[in-house]
């Protein structure tokens, strides 16, 4: 019985920083089913790291082999809880993006940021409990194990066991090693992909032209996220929520009538960022009008408050990885993610404020994505009684409600851009717009965006354009707020703003130019919006 009682010894070791681990998340986090799954996986995690000792008859390479996975379960067990404190999310392969494409300054700013008093103490508390497992191994005799070739069997026969359980389950999914590798995987998978991307950063265009000018050039385009017109103050929504783009109306252009192509963020964005569009779906991958601004002599910022990888992510970053720098604030799937996009305004402030006179920026916001209510701090929390909506309940009012905070944080943000850029005093302007809408109970008893459940709100999207005096002195806009325009031919109109020509950019297609045309819009590829809605 002298190895039963040696087993039970190792257990209780593996046990101290499993017991720490959820203690922790149970005073810091709130504690789902999702965090008993974890514990119930580390505790079968630890069993098959203690397994190997049963074949291990040498006295030193037990020793060393304990030392070095009790150390490494600790360090999985500290990191995957530390982790999941600070950003509620477990691991991923956006966690591998934002690291491997983080340098020393922004690491040392991300430790400035979020380590705080729980997590120093949960830290010491860990390296403690590492010292008192290292004292008591002392007093363990690994050697005393029973290794007969029954007990070998059995132990064989429980690792199988755990694995496939494991496996099947689904509580693999929570084991930091597994996760890591998984995610290395993944990573050098989607870097694969997007190496065209981040090696050919001007594309292939033919006969680019800019005029030449010496003047200091900032230009910032500001990519919202689910946001419908019909809920904007600015467009004459009953609630005032846009009150600080209304202060300063008269100073920008806002577009009446612009659509999205698509419902969702992917189809949206591909085509909006590139000379993609519903008549050349395929174009997607000739070109972005990223790599465009760069091949014209701009630099590039990419600053994004959405996760770089993931079913619905990757292929926007693959196009935005053509920007000469990138920076992405989070790895947690949108609807889980607290990290508010009042963070991009830090990072914003970083470029515009550098020496480089020529800069255009790519703003890329969590905007209005649902979860509502984690998309605005409680300073923001406006809006509390019955709005008006033909689909009556408690529940749906209080989504409503959310979502018109969720706005009015949004004008803030888009405003608060705006005024850094006025302040610097510039040639510049300031472009934004969503990806898609939203339906938030106005045709349709739900909240949200579908393209096979969908309505006309989920296409509408707000267009509104800034532009500096500098900017308005050398370029007089021909404004009609009612043209019918569809966002997928946005790479024309950016082009013209920026004032870029080449052979593969048509004027006609951009809604600031005199000599745009209107054409058919075509939603989800098939169905005419100005008919069918």
């Given amino acids: 019985m002298k190895h ?31 965090v008993v799954y974890n514990l119930l996986e580390n505790l079968l995690f630890g069993i098959l ?26 360090v999985c067990i500290y990191f995957e809880t530390s982790y999941y404190y600070l950003f509620k999310t477990y691991f991923s392969s956006s966690s591998i993006f934002v690291i491997f494409d983080s340098n020393m300054e922004e690491t040392k700013e991300f430790l400035d940021f979020y380590v705080d008093i729980p997590i120093i103490v949960f830290t010491i ?48 999914i929570f084991n930091a090693p597994y996760l890591m590798v998984k995610s290395g995987i993944e990573y050098n998978k989607e870097s694969k992909k997007f190496g065209n991307y981040k090696e050919n950063k001007n594309g ?16 910032v385009i500001i990519i919202g996220e689910s946001t419908s017109r019909s809920h904007l103050g600015l467009y004459d929504y009953y609630r005032e929520t846009t009150p600080e783009l209304k202060k300063i109306n008269k100073d920008l252009l806002v577009y009446k009538d612009v659509i999205s192509p698509h419902a969702y963020s992917v189809g949206a964005l591909t085509k909006i960022l590139t000379i993609g569009n519903y008549e050349n779906p395929e174009s997607v991958s000739k070109g972005s009008i990223i790599q465009l601004v760069n091949r014209a002599g701009f630099e590039t910022y990419w600053l994004s408050n959405q996760r770089p990888i993931g079913p619905y992510e990757s292929m926007i970053t693959k196009i935005s990885l053509s920007a000469k720098n990138h920076r992405f604030l989070t790895t947690t799937i949108a609807g889980k993610s607290k990290v508010l996009d009042g963070e991009l305004l830090k990072e914003f402030k970083k470029v515009a404020s550098n020496n480089i006179k020529k800069k255009v920026v790519f703003v890329h916001l969590m905007g209005t994505h649902h979860h509502y209510e984690n998309r605005y701090p409680e300073a ?5 009684d019955e709005p008006i909506t033909k689909f009556k309940s408690e529940e749906n009012f209080v989504k409503i409600n959310h979502y018109h905070n969720a706005i009015l944080y949004n004008d803030f943000i888009v405003s608060e851009l705006i005024r850094q850029v006025d302040d610097l005093n510039t040639k510049s302007f300031v472009l934004y717009f969503s990806d898609h809408g939203e339906e938030v109970f106005d045709d ?17 999207i707000p267009f509104v354009l800034w532009q500096s005096q500098k900017y308005k002195q050398e370029n007089e806009l021909p404004f ?34 005199k000599d745009f045309k209107e054409r058919k819009r075509v939603v989800k590829d098939t169905i005419d919006y100005d008919t069918f809605f």
């Avoid at 790291?49 to 600790?74: D, T």
């Avoid at 923001?380 to 509390?384: A, D, R």
């Avoid at 349709?444 to 509408?460: P, Q, R, T, V």
């Avoid at 950016?494 to 080449?502: F, G, K, P, R, W």
């Fill in 125 to 172: 508390l860990i390296i403690s409990a590492l010292f008192v497992a290292l004292i008591k191994k002392r007093n363990l005799e690994a050697t005393k194990l029973l290794r007969t070739k029954k007990n070998k069997l059995k132990v064989s026969a429980l690792v199988i066991a755990i694995l496939l359980f494991l496996k099947f389950s689904t509580l693999i």
């Fill in 480 to 513: 009609v707020e009612d043209r019918k325009y569809m966002i997928d031919d946005l790479f024309h109109g950016m082009a013209d703003l920026l004032n870029i020509s080449a052979n593969e950019v048509d004027f006609t297609r951009s809604i600031f130019n």
């Fill in 444 to 460: 349709l008893n739900m909240a949200g965006h579908n393209e096979d459940i969908y309505s006309k709100k989920m296409f509408d």
């Fill in 380 to 384: 923001f929390n406006k809006f509390k």
């Fill in 49 to 74: 790291l203690i397994a190997p000792l049963y074949f291990l008859s040498n006295h030193i390479i037990s020793k060393i082999y304990f030392i070095v996975s009790y150390l490494f379960f600790m």
């Fill in 204 to 219: 292939n265009f033919k006969n680019i032209y800019r005029p030449l000018n010496d003047d200091e050039e900032l230009y």
């Fill in 4 to 34: 039963v009682s040696e087993i039970k010894k190792l257990g209780y070791l593996f046990l101290i920083p499993m017991g720490l681990s959820f203690s922790f998340e149970c005073i810091f986090n709130e504690v789902t089913i999702s």
